[in-house]
């Protein structure tokens, strides 16, 4: 299974951008799925995931600002994220799993900062 993520990059405190990682390798369109990040000097953290069926889970840090969505067809999930804060900057993995196996994105990296 190979996990391509994007769109990442700079923008404002109170901006949006929308992460994107497309799967290919694997028949399976709905997997379980999720989103992470890792900031400099911490461990990497649960940013957001749902489930073959469908169930989200966000931490209290990124409820209500972010929301975790998937386009089955194209077998790509999706990371929406508003009202940006410095705090949120990051690299962002996202990671798919299969049975006991986990897939890694290879990151890409969300800065926030005016």
């Known amino acids: 299974v190979q996990l391509q993520a994007s769109g990442g990059g700079l923008v404002q405190p109170g901006g949006s951008l929308r992460l994107s990682c497309a799967a290919s390798?694997?028949?399976?369109?709905?997997?379980?799925q999720g989103w992470y990040r890792q900031a400099p000097g911490k461990q990497r953290e649960l940013v957001a995931f749902?489930?073959?069926?469908?169930?989200?889970n966000y931490p209290d840090s990124v409820k209500g600002r972010f929301t975790i969505s998937r386009d089955v067809a194209k077998r790509t999930v999706y990371l929406q994220m508003n009202s940006l804060k410095p705090e949120d900057t990051a690299v962002y993995y996202c990671k798919v799993v299969l049975g006991s196996a986990e897939f890694w994105g290879q990151g890409t990296q969300v800065t926030v900062s005016s």
């Open positions: 749902i489930t073959s069926g469908g169930m989200v």
């Open positions: 390798g694997t028949r399976l369109r709905m997997p379980n």
